[in-house]
């Protein structure tokens, strides 16, 4: 029993999870699926692997998949950085109003993300919440969330450059 536990949790039980990790940032996401895949049956009440599942389904544009994925981590206790996957996912599938939702209990849960912050001032301006949107934009500051502002209907004063 000692030795089963040993090679369950004992040192180096996270390897399937660092390694997926390291192989997303390489950008080999297939690869990366299967040790996150090994990571959450390894241990099943960790969210970790879940959010970067839901997050390479996401990508890949399989929804269903991410849905179920990003919900297991939320669940178990992911986050702000789960809600914050949830809410990507409702971005890319063009649910802005869940989107929103996601974005601002991400935000709630765990403060300052940019990225929280820049994509849910895109989800409000396409929800034509134009004003309060530029405001979340704004404080996000740099990246790819500023694509919204050209979005920005005209009379509407545009967002500054930081």
């Known amino acids: ?13 996270y390897a399937a999870y660092d390694r997926g990790v390291e192989l997303y940032q390489r950008g080999s996401p ?6 996150f895949v090994r990571a959450a049956a390894r241990h099943p009440d960790d969210p970790r692997p879940h959010i970067y599942l839901g997050r390479i ?3 890949e544009r399989d929804y269903a998949t991410a849905s179920r994925e990003l919900r297991t981590a939320i669940e178990e206790g992911g986050g702000a950085l789960a809600l914050r996957e949830m809410g990507s996912l409702m971005f890319a599938s063009r649910n802005y109003p869940l989107a929103r939702n996601f974005y601002v ?11 929280a912050f820049g994509y849910l001032g895109c989800s409000l301006v396409r929800l034509n919440q134009v004003a309060e949107g530029l405001r979340f934009l704004e404080r996000a500051g740099q ?3 500023q694509q919204c502002a050209a979005m920005v209907p005209p009379g509407m004063p545009p967002m500054q450059p930081r």
């Open 57 to 59: 389904a996401r990508e």
């Open 30 to 35: 297939v690869a990366a699926r299967s040790e």
């Open 143 to 145: 990246g790819p969330w």
């Open 1 to 13: 029993a000692i030795v089963a536990w040993y090679l369950l949790w004992g040192p180096g039980s």
């Open 105 to 115: 209990r991400a935000i709630e849960a765990g403060g300052g993300d940019p990225i």
